[in-house]
């Protein structure tokens, strides 16, 4: 079920444009070193992500969503399709770079621009390394300012990251988990990015403190232009970050559009499934999840088809057969359904 080209850039202004991406882990191989059996985390996936906004990826675990989120970065190599980078050169003028297929020493550059927020915030930070050591390492290393100037720039980004500058010298396990993740996050501040992903950065913290995580990243955004990809299965957070959302399952986008088209007037069975289940903020109003049958396949032997019909009430004999391509239902709306036209789904 790989995904076309669905969006046209005639209009917008794209930072990141992914087409057909595949991520396949080899499970199994012969003697002579060739893959029999692969596991397919990615299974080709496009989208494009529009400069300073977020595109929230979302889906159940074991969709590929961070899997998807790594190889972009190019801390897994693609094992097919291209990720375009658009970017400027210090010369002023705009490149593109396919981050498939650039070298790891054309890499090196761009490694201020495309930073990752990593999900545990309790093992992503070294914890012989103080908080000022850990953010003017990278700092260093880029030459973001120069050496006389670090210390006093870490600071400035920590107090834009609610850190108080006495932080600076303390270990990571002194702090709250709130606190770590704000140490994440100005971790990948500090060397200027232009894109980040944002790898399910709340997913391990309380819900008032995910409010401010939030509302920081947020903040961040409006101040530095940045773009996010953000990967949650929290369907609740997705919705106030998110610009636009794809939602994914078993290595595959089954439907993406705008935030509003996707919550107010999702058409595929899995996402209507997946809306179902978020908790409704009202005790007078019972909520109906929707309940899915069967069991999740595996990614190293996915389904005939639609890789969805092993789950689907709605399944038909073609939806055994045929893989669905994505098709545009309104404007900017793109959904991978046989049966998305019927009314049965809305």
């Known amino acids: 079920m790989e995904e076309k080209n669905i969006t046209s850039a005639a209009e917008k202004d794209y930072i990141l444009e992914v087409n057909g991406l595949k991520q396949h882990f080899p499970i199994q191989k012969n003697l002579m070193g060739k893959v029999l059996r692969s596991l397919k985390a990615v299974d080709g996936v496009s989208f494009k992500l529009e400069r300073g906004k977020t595109l929230g990826i979302v889906g159940e675990s074991g969709c590929g969503k961070t899997t998807l989120g790594r190889t972009i970065l190019r801390l897994y190599d693609f094992t097919d399709g291209s990720a375009i980078y658009h970017t400027v050169g210090k010369d002023g003028n705009p490149y593109d770079v396919d981050l498939a297929t650039v070298s790891k020493k054309q890499l090196t550059p761009l490694r201020t621009e495309l930073q990752l927020i990593f999900q545990d915030p309790y093992s992503s930070l070294p914890p012989r390394m103080t908080v000022g050591e850990i953010l003017s390492e990278a700092v260093k290393v880029h030459n973001i300012v120069p050496a006389d100037e670090v210390r006093e720039y870490v600071r400035t980004v920590m107090r834009r990251c ?9 270990y990571p396990h002194e702090f709250s988990g709130g606190q770590r993740q704000r140490i994440c996050i100005a971790r990948a501040l500090v060397v200027k990015p232009k894109l980040v992903v944002c790898d399910e950065p709340v997913s ?14 947020k903040k961040l955004q409006r101040e530095e232009g940045m773009s996010y990809l953000f990967i949650s299965h929290d369907l609740s957070v997705v919705k ?58 595996s990614p190293a032997n996915p389904p005939k088809g639609c890789k969805f019909h092993t789950r689907c009430k709605y399944c038909t004999d073609k939806c055994r057969e045929l893989a669905p391509e994505m098709t545009e239902v309104s404007e900017g709306h793109y959904v991978a359904c046989h049966l998305m036209n019927e009314e049965v789904l809305g």
């Open 204 to 217: 391990a913290l309380d819900v008032s403190i995910q409010a401010q995580i939030i509302n920081l990243l």
């Open 162 to 170: 609610g850190l108080q500058d006495h932080y600076y010298d303390r």
């Open 240 to 297: 106030y970050i998110s610009d636009e959302i794809a939602v994914m399952y078993l290595g595959n986008i089954v439907e993406m559009g705008t935030t509003q088209d996707i919550c107010k007037n999702a058409k595929h069975p899995y996402t209507q499934a997946l809306f179902s289940a978020v908790p409704v903020a009202n005790p007078h109003k019972k909520s109906e999840p929707v309940a899915l049958e069967g069991e999740l396949p």
